[in-house]
T-cell receptor
């Protein structure tokens, strides 16, 4: 149980285009989903926290207009990187936290990640 | 003081030895503590969680928690080369389940 998927697993795009990444909790309902970014050999960096049906909370320094997050249901959150540039190339990872009574309530379960390369 | 601190390593142990990974945290109100393993190029994978003081064992892994000392550790017995990875300590903050991650300790198990 507690499986989180991400799609796509990797994407290459041209500078200036937008890219959407989907994060799904497959076997539990996730009240909260988290989006992280990780550059090579660096630690995880939390970008934003999203709760189903409400606006995402962004970490300091993360541009909310550039990284659009939608958490429309208890099993799906999306991250859209708008007008992507080469410096946005990174490993984007989502995680999901379940309802009380589900899999260890405050545990975060990670998706496999999406590797974005912007040319 | 950083919220969650880990020695970045690398920690190198021979195959079959016990690997000891340590983590300290600053928020005395923290209630939930997690260990994740992250292989190079992959996303983190949950290994163990612990809520109560003392030890919690799961196979070759033992998590130890001492809330008075604000210290949590992970022991890996009979270390295998496949255990070579970065181990992330995470501590719960707040009611939403936000986790604060340490920067991770890189473990290398030599055959």
């Amino acid at each position: 149980g507690a499986v989180v998927s991400q799609h796509p697993s990797w994407v290459i795009c041209k500078s200036g285009t937008s890219v959407k990444i989907e994060c799904r909790s497959l076997d539990f309902q996730a009240t909260t989903m988290f989006w992280y970014r990780q550059f090579p050999k660096q630690s995880l960096m939390l970008m934003a926290t999203s709760n189903e049906g409400s606006k995402a909370t962004y970490e300091q320094g993360v541009e909310k207009d550039k990284f659009l997050i939608n958490h429309a249901s208890l099993t799906l959150s999306t991250l859209t990187v708008t007008s992507a540039h080469p410096e946005d190339s990174s490993f984007y990872i989502c995680s999901a936290s379940g309802l009380a009574g589900g899999p260890v309530p405050d545990t975060q379960y990670f998706g496999p990640g999406t590797r974005l390369t912007v040319l | 003081q950083k919220e969650v601190e880990q020695n970045s390593g690398p920690l190198s142990v021979p195959e079959g030895a016990i690997a000891s990974l340590n983590c300290t945290y600053s928020d005395r109100g923290s209630q939930s503590f997690f260990w994740y393993r992250q292989y190079s190029g992959k996303s983190p994978e949950l290994i163990m969680f612990i809520y109560s003081n003392g030890d919690k064992e799961d196979g070759r892994f033992t998590a130890q928690l001492n809330k008075a000392s604000q210290y949590v550790s992970l022991l890996i017995r009979d270390s295998q080369p496949s255990d070579s990875a970065t181990y992330l300590c995470a501590v719960n903050r707040g009611s939403q389940g936000n986790l604060i991650f340490g920067k991770g300790t890189k473990l290398s198990v030599k055959p």
